[in-house]
């Protein structure tokens, strides 16, 4: 099994991932963009892009699309309304809170940018609610840390192509990251083409407000 065979069949097949989605797959992200991508990949979980891009518009309109004004709120309530779409709003909020006040303590995007990729990780995994694929999502594509992502699109396509793993989290991501160089941009790419290979090309634009 040579995973870069099948990489370089995805890619020869979808294109530049970016071109679906434009801020995710970004060479170079701004400190904004690292924000918003954060956010949304929280109010993303377990419902469509369709959904929380209602959600992230409503944050845009009420001001409110910024880690740091998000930490700064005193109650949920307004932020449990503005996110509603997103789905699960007794959990969400809470959630969404508490990882932008974990940011915002740690001294903001720029500082855990330079942070090591284990440590930022435990750190997140610390987080209620935060889990594996929550807190590797974060670490890939908003701080472009070489950490792969395991969920079930990753399960489903290792699946298909006969992968000798099997549905253990931990095993599975050894296995991607023994087998590819560690390059945060290839597992982006990686990543999203296999989300894009399996939800087809008209419904895998998830670009952000």
């Not at 370089?8 to 097949?13: A, G, I, P, Q, T």
């Not at 949920?76 to 006040?101: H, M, W, Y």
């Not at 395991?150 to 793993?165: A, F, L, M, N």
Request: charged residues 25%; glycine residues 4%; contains cysteine.
């Amino acid at each position: 099994m040579n995973l870069m065979t099948l990489y370089y069949k995805l890619l020869s097949e979808y294109r530049d991932p970016v071109n679906y989605w434009p801020q995710w797959c970004a060479v170079n992200k701004s400190v904004n963009e690292r924000e918003k991508i954060i956010i949304g990949m929280i109010l993303v979980q377990r419902t469509s892009w369709h959904n929380t891009n209602i959600a992230l518009k409503n944050l845009k309109q009420s001001n409110l699309l910024s880690v740091e004004k998000i930490a700064e709120l005193s109650n949920l309530n307004n932020l449990t309304e503005l996110i509603r779409p997103a789905g699960f709003f007794q959990s969400k909020p809470t959630r969404l809170f508490d990882v932008c006040t974990f940011i915002k303590k740690s001294g903001g995007i720029e500082n855990l940018l330079n942070k090591d990729a284990d440590n930022l990780r435990a750190e997140l995994l610390h987080i209620k609610g935060v889990g594996k694929e929550t807190a590797d999502t974060i670490l890939l594509y908003a701080f472009d840390k070489p950490v792969f992502i395991i969920d079930e699109y990753t399960y489903r396509w290792s699946e298909k192509h006969d992968v000798p793993i099997g549905r253990d989290y931990d095993d599975l991501q050894l296995y991607f990251q023994n087998q590819l160089e560690s390059d945060a941009a290839l597992y982006q790419k990686f990543h999203a083409l296999i989300i894009i290979s399996q939800r087809g090309r008209d419904k895998s634009l998830m670009e952000i407000v």
